[in-house]
């Protein structure tokens, strides 16, 4: 191999290893530049911390959803009930706290609790029938959003909304203190909480046995099961704690919207799936972390924001959105491709 060559290849090496880190310093770049300024000022108003601030209000649910979705996509599966388990635990939520008059804290650790229960079914169905995950999650994105129906009648869950509710005005103190920033770091609950789920969850996967076993997986299932690892039990885990990330999602969505919605949490399960590729990740499992995931978030966020700011229309967003997908997954691809030639 030449001294040219060799070059390359490092170069191809750290182009892949930090490709998230280069994506987000690129968004950056384009925000910075390529947004109005502030009448009469220089700065642009994609770098003032309200802009910030409400962009990460705005993004936290999705960001939620993906860390759970990265531990899913570490054992090479995916889980494309989240999105619909959110919209179930948002309305949960809300009809025990409005209808029911039930307290915030037994309100979320109930609405946590079913959503890990329908993320543990996703899990034991795949590991235990060897269901692709494709198909048995949308089972699962199915029976959630008619669950989230049926519980409420097919009605969004705010108060007023029916005679026999215990709340019929204003709303739960929860969903205020949720959305309003705090004195100490000026950041909404919503947002903290958004980091404190990758931040708990990059070290469950970087620190403990369980994480050590998603990666496993996604390398190689069939020689990690054969070396004594019950892989059918990490598959249930991580597939409960993915289902545990969009009950806390919808915890957050129904105190940004002051209301349950049976139909909130529709295609967000792509939005998910795309932070984790575009952070870096490798949809084939075994490959990527949390840290991947928080980038991917964020460059989604402020992507979706600097085209607001622009005054770019909804359908031009999803299709760059789209674009950014299909362009994420194919250097994933070729990179991946390139290490093989390089082993070879």
Known sequence: MTPTSRKVGKMWDIAGRYRGVLAFIVVLLLGAFFTPKLPGSNLSVFLTWSTQRDTLLYYAEYGILAAGMTLVILTGGIDLSVGAVLGFSATLFSLLMIGYGWPALPAALVTILAACGMGAISGYVISRFRMQPFVATLGMMLVARGAAKWICAGQKVQPGVQSWFKMQTGKPAIFDWMTTPTKALGLQPVVLLFFL?????????????????LYAIGGNEEATRLSGINVGRVKVGAYMLCGMTAGLAG??????????????GFTYELDAIAAVVIGGSSLAGGKGGMLFTLLGALIIAYINKILSLNNFEEPAKLMIRGALIIVAVLIQQTLESVEKRRIK
């Open 197 to 213: 789920t990758i931040a708990a969850l990059w070290v469950v996967v970087k620190y403990t046995k369980f994480g050590r076993h």
């Open 251 to 264: 915890l957050c969505n129904a105190s940004l919207n002051t209301l349950g919605d049976p139909e909130a």
